[in-house]
Antibody, heavy 119, light 111 residues
Framework: EVQLVQSGAEVKKPGESLKISCKGSGYSFTSYWIGWVRQMPGKGLEWMGIIYPGDSDTRYSPSFQGQVTISADKSISTAYLQWSSLKASDTAMYYC????????????WGQGTLVTVSS | QSALTQPASVSGSPGQSITISCTGTSSDVGGYNYVSWYQQHPGKAPKLMIYDVSNRPSGVSNRFSGSKSGNTASLTISGLQAEDEADYYCSSYTSSSTSVVFGGGTKLTVL
């Protein structure tokens, strides 16, 4: 069974750093892309970027380029989303998803990680 | 890149059919058959319902169907059921950023 399990909710202060994770199981982790999607409170889905764990090829949506870092450790089947200096506007639910690199379909999703940034 | 355009809300009675539209450009919806639809219930992760315009993943009811004409894709739900009440999002590959773009989402209310 394909599963993506994300790390737990985080509460941080503005300016702090953060790295959240997404662990894949039940499939070949290095054969599919992992994507990250943001959902701000009461708002829609926003595509952030994707990474191919096989060779760490990473592609960012223009809106998120330079704002976050996506990485992966294929030895432990885990992808990451990282911030170096959080802002209050980063408060959102973040989802990871398994992405087919051919048609960019997100067929399996993690349960989401809620990030709250508040002073 | 700009989000794809969806109606904010649609509604229908049990048993009826509804259609949700998703309008983009020739750089995304109109240029590729890579349109997907996702269902999201409150507090839950999105679920893939349709991919490649009109294909259903295993386990998704055949009451859900997708189509495309020009720059507009559509999701049709027939035989509406209470459990279909949710938010629906379309997405498409976009060549403008070699990325994915989502629609703004449509809230479906089953009356």
């Amino acid at each position: 069974e394909v599963q993506l399990v994300q790390s737990g909710a985080e509460v941080k202060k503005p300016g702090e750093s953060l790295k959240i994770s997404c662990k894949g199981s039940g499939y070949s982790f290095t054969s599919y892309w992992i994507g990250w999607v943001r959902q701000m409170p009461g708002k829609g889905l926003e595509w952030m970027g994707i990474i191919y764990p096989g060779d760490s090829d990473t592609r960012y949506s223009p809106s998120f380029q330079g704002q976050v870092t996506i990485s992966a450790d294929k030895s432990i089947s885990t992808a990451y989303l990282q911030w170096s200096s959080l802002k209050a506007s980063d408060t959102a639910m973040y989802y990871c998803a398994r992405v087919d690199g051919y048609n960019y379909v997100s067929d399996y999703w993690g349960q989401g990680t809620l990030v709250t940034v508040s002073s | 890149q700009s989000a794809l355009t969806q109606p904010a809300s649609v509604s229908g009675s049990p048993g009826q059919s509804i259609t949700i539209s998703c309008t983009g450009t020739s750089s995304d919806v109109g240029g590729y058959n890579y349109v997907s639809w996702y269902q999201q219930h409150p507090g839950k992760a999105p679920k893939l319902m349709i991919y490649d315009v009109s294909n259903r993943p295993s386990g998704v009811s055949n009451r859900f169907s997708g189509s495309k004409s020009g720059n507009t894709a559509s999701l049709t739900i027939s035989g509406l059921q209470a459990e279909d009440e949710a938010d629906y999002y379309c997405s498409s590959y976009t060549s403008s950023s070699t990325s994915v773009v989502f629609g703004g989402g449509t809230k479906l209310t089953v009356l």
